[in-house]
């Protein structure tokens, strides 16, 4: 009988561990790009990199994680590619893109001697103003909140009664249409996704055809006597805060259908919740005047809270950013970092000022606002730190708030004089301000979103 050779096992896979790109600052003709490190299976090989770009830049760069690359084209958008490989052939990649350097910040603005209302336009790099167009004659205060989808920039406009919807074109200011959404002198906050915009009032949320102005569907939240958040989503769900109750406030999470607005599942809880909501994979984050939760966004059940502690009020706010929750708190907690997971405290920042707008980006950084600790809050300040460990990077006066990490540029604006300022992410030195040349006084407070290549960034509204 022949003998049968036992079958071996089957040979071992070797594997690169995943990588990213942590960091890209893009200049006018020139980008810094770097990248998270990857490990091979096989113990003791080493580890290199390639960087290309579909332009055909290509740059050997050994076993660093950094990349410079120039030569670039301002007004291009560029697709890259990093490949991580070991002397025996294998190979792992990691996609890029680099957004064009071209950008437009588009915000809203009273003009007090013609009593009239306006959206203008700025280049975000020199500051040059590129269109402006007037909305409205009727003289109001905070009720702009421009998004900016592809080439149109839509806004929501007070001129008495009722509520206009305008959508004009990014590049000349044209106004394509407005449309009367509502019955409401509240502000709207607006959220763009596919062709539909979804706007609230103090009552009601609303589905808004983009191409048309009419209205597909609209929704009441509350009983009048509350307001409503800022609509968020993932890709399956739409997502709004509202508040309600006739004996006391209450506070309610409502999960809906994109086509129709029907509820799929309320939650309800504690404290007061500025609306803005984080959504990563199945959860969904968000701070209120009680704590932080994390719940399941299938179904609105409670995965964590963290309860609050003194002085956790006015707002809080938070970001995600990798394994952590960065959340800011007004006095006393200041901010602190908590394991998304868990919900276990990792640093906290302790500050007694006012703090506000918390706002961070992988770059290794957390960025906040300060201003005295009481009225008349004598003094303000912008300050970075470090998103691993909490400690101080810079701090630097300061009269703009609610800040936003772009492209490697901070932007923030001014609480009273309808502009706004951009500095460098890394040092905080001071670029460039944007708007308001005469810098006269007006209370409308500012409210803008910024465009470079085809995306859009939007700075939350204020609470």
Same mark, same amino acid.
């Given at each position: 009988?022949?003998?049968?050779? =036992?079958? =071996? ?45 579909? @332009? ?91 998004? *900016? ?18 959508? $004009? ?15 409401? &002198? ?22 808004? %055809? ?11 939240? @509350? ?30 999470? *409502? ?25 990563? !994979? ?24 963290? #309860? ?5 009020? !006015?707002? #809080?706010? $938070?970001?995600?950013?990798? @394994? ?19 919900? %276990? ?23 906040? &606002? ?11 300040? *912008? ?13 630097? =006066? ?8 772009? !492209? ?8 009273? *004089? ?17 708007? &308001? ?23 939350? =509204?204020?609470?």
């Amino acid at each position: 009988m022949e003998d049968v050779l =036992p079958t =071996p096992p089957p040979a071992v896979k070797e594997s690169f561990t995943s990588f990213s790109t942590n960091n890209i600052v893009r200049l006018q003709t020139s980008a810094t790009i770097e990248w998270t490190s990857s490990n091979y299976s096989v113990q003791g090989s080493k580890v290199m990199y390639k960087v290309s770009l579909d @332009n055909g830049f290509f740059q050997n760069v050994n076993t660093d994680t950094k990349c410079v690359i120039n030569d670039l084209v301002p007004t291009l958008t560029y697709k890259g590619q990093i490949k991580a490989f070991v002397a025996n052939g294998d190979s792992s990649v990691s996609n890029f893109e680099l957004q064009s350097y071209t950008g437009i910040l588009v915000f809203g603005r009273t003009d007090r001697a013609q009593n009239q209302n306006l959206i203008e336009a700025y280049d975000i790099h020199s500051g040059e103003l590129l269109w402006k167009t007037k909305v409205s004659d009727y003289f109001n205060t905070n009720f702009f909140e421009p998004v *900016i989808s592809n080439d149109t920039v839509f806004v929501n406009a007070n001129n008495g009664s009722p509520k206009l919807f305008f959508a $004009l074109s990014l590049k000349t200011g044209y106004l394509f249409y407005s449309s009367i959404n509502g019955n409401s &002198n509240a502000t709207g906050s607006l959220t763009y996704r596919s062709g539909v915009i979804y706007t609230t009032y103090n009552t009601t949320l609303s589905a808004i %055809n983009t191409q048309t102005g009419v209205e597909i569907w609209r929704k009441s939240l @509350n009983n009048g006597l509350g307001f409503n958040g800022k609509p968020f989503y993932n890709f399956t769900t739409l997502f709004c805060s509202t508040t309600t109750g006739i004996s006391g406030i209450k506070f309610k999470l *409502i999960a809906m259908e994109f086509s129709t607005g029907n509820t799929k599942w309320t939650i309800d809880y504690d404290g007061e919740f500025n609306g803005i909501g984080h959504i990563e !994979n199945d959860r969904i984050y968000f701070a209120t005047t009680e704590g932080v939760y994390c719940i399941n966004a299938e179904n609105g059940a409670l995965i964590w809270k963290r #309860p609050k502690d003194s002085n956790f009020n !006015n707002g #809080p706010q $938070l970001e995600v950013v990798n @394994n952590k929750i960065i959340v800011s708190c007004s006095r006393g907690l200041g901010v602190f970092a908590l394991d998304k997971n868990t919900g %276990n405290t990792i640093w906290n920042y302790n500050n007694p000022n006012y703090l506000a707008s918390v706002v961070s980006e992988n770059n290794g950084m957390v960025y906040f &606002n300060e201003i005295g600790s009481s009225f008349p809050f004598n003094f303000s300040l *912008i300050t970075a730190i470090n998103t691993e460990t909490g400690k101080l990077i810079w701090s630097k =006066p300061s009269n703009y708030m609610f800040g936003y990490f772009v !492209n490697g540029r901070i932007y923030s604006r001014s609480n009273f *004089i309808s502009d706004v300022e951009s500095r460098d992410a890394i040092t905080g030195n001071f670029i460039l301000k944007i708007g &308001n040349p005469n810098n006269y006084y007006t209370d409308n407070r500012v409210r803008f979103s910024i465009s470079i290549g085809n995306k859009f960034y939007e700075i939350p =509204p204020p609470n």
